[in-house]
């Protein structure tokens, strides 16, 4: 059982920053963010690899998001610039076994782990 812990959300205006953490119980694997606006699906964001040196992001946010972690911490990272209102969501990090999230690291249903999610709202 992998447990995920994620922090950093919060209430900001648009252009700020939020960096986003998730704890994690192990830094052995494949770790994704995905976030949730209220009446929407649950949409990929990022992804990276147990040892960074993969990563994949969402067409439209690569630019403004970049995926990292800290495997010393089992921690991994969600930094967020020029964040706008649209970006307002509930954001949650996600695991599971690496074969099912190499095959489609955008599909929710191949992550077996999530945390409880922190919302990130921005303001216009």
């Known amino acids: 059982q992998v447990q995920l812990v994620e922090s950093g959300g919060g209430l900001v205006q648009a252009g700020d920053s939020l960096r986003l953490s998730c704890a994690a119980s192990t830094s052995f694997y494949y770790m994704g963010w995905f976030r949730q606006a209220p009446g929407k699906e649950r949409e990929f964001v990022a992804v990276m690899s147990p040892t960074g040196g993969n990563t994949n992001y969402a067409a439209a946010l690569k630019g403004r998001f970049t995926i990292s972690r800290d495997n010393a911490k089992n921690t991994v990272y969600l930094q967020m610039n020029d964040l706008k209102p649209e970006d307002t969501a509930v954001y949650y990090c996600?695991?599971?076994?690496?074969?099912?999230?190499?095959?489609?690291?955008?599909?929710?249903?191949?992550?077996?782990?999530w945390g409880q999610g922190t919302q990130v709202t921005v303001s216009s």
């Open positions: 996600a695991t599971g076994w690496e074969g099912l999230i190499r095959a489609a690291h955008w599909s929710p249903r191949n992550y077996a782990y």
